[in-house]
């Protein structure tokens, strides 16, 4: 899976699952601030990211993940 195909299973399940707006998701989004991606999504974020991309999220390795695009860093890290 390259980079687009993340990028867009990223913004796809950001869009249906947690209805944000299209408009908002660009790569220097912050997931909170931005977003207001909370923890109740975030839990969402785990389930949706185990079916889509085949592996589970270890909240240790998403403490430094703030962006959009560091969240499609982190997704393409673990599915290369």
Do not use: H, W
Not at 25 to 32: F, S, T
């Amino acid at each position: 899976m390259n980079r687009t195909e993340i990028e867009e299973k990223v913004r796809e399940f950001l869009i249906d699952d947690l209805e944000i707006d299209e408009e908002l998701i660009v790569d220097d989004a912050k997931l909170k601030e931005d977003l207001g991606i909370d923890s109740l999504d975030f839990v969402d974020i785990v389930v949706i990211v185990e079916k889509k991309f085949g592996f589970k999220i270890k909240p240790e390795e998403m403490a430094d993940v703030r962006t959009v695009a560091q969240f499609c860093d982190y997704i393409e890290s673990k599915v290369a």
